[in-house]
């Protein structure tokens, strides 16, 4: 059974940062690419990063590849997304998924195994 635990969320300042973790069951990571999304209230879930397994390349949609940097740690088997110079627009839940195969999938609808979230809040 696929597990995916996230964390790191919180509130920060406009300006600040923080790193999420998402830390995955068995050897996940490995082979598999894993994905973060986020979802904001009212908003449809929208994808932010990816690590291939495939190429071990990271993935970033636009409007986050200046900001937001995913690495990985296999030997803790966790996924990171540091996220950096938060805006008023960025607080979301975010997700990190898997879709138990090598290659990046930006449809969450097709994706199989999700985490329950960490929230991140942006305000002064």
């Known amino acids: 059974q696929v597990q995916l635990v996230e964390s790191g969320g919180g509130l920060v300042q406009p300006g600040g940062s923080l790193r999420l973790s998402c830390t995955a069951s068995?050897?996940?990571?490995?082979?598999?690419?894993i994905m973060w999304f986020r979802q904001a209230p009212g908003k449809e879930r929208e994808g932010v990063a990816c690590?291939?397994?495939?190429?071990?390349?990271?993935q970033y949609k636009d409007p986050f590849r200046d900001r937001f940097t995913m690495s990985r740690d296999k030997a803790k088997n966790t996924m990171y997304l540091e996220l950096k110079n938060l805006r008023p627009d960025d607080p979301a839940v975010y997700y990190c998924?898997?879709?138990?195969?090598?290659?990046?999938?930006?449809?969450?609808?097709?994706?199989?195994?999700w985490g329950q979230g960490t929230q991140v809040t942006v305000s002064s």
């Open positions: 998924a898997t879709d138990l195969v090598p290659l990046c999938n930006w449809e969450p609808e097709d994706i199989g195994s």
């Open positions: 068995g050897y996940i990571l490995d082979s598999n690419a």
């Open positions: 690590f291939s397994s495939w190429d071990e390349s990271t």
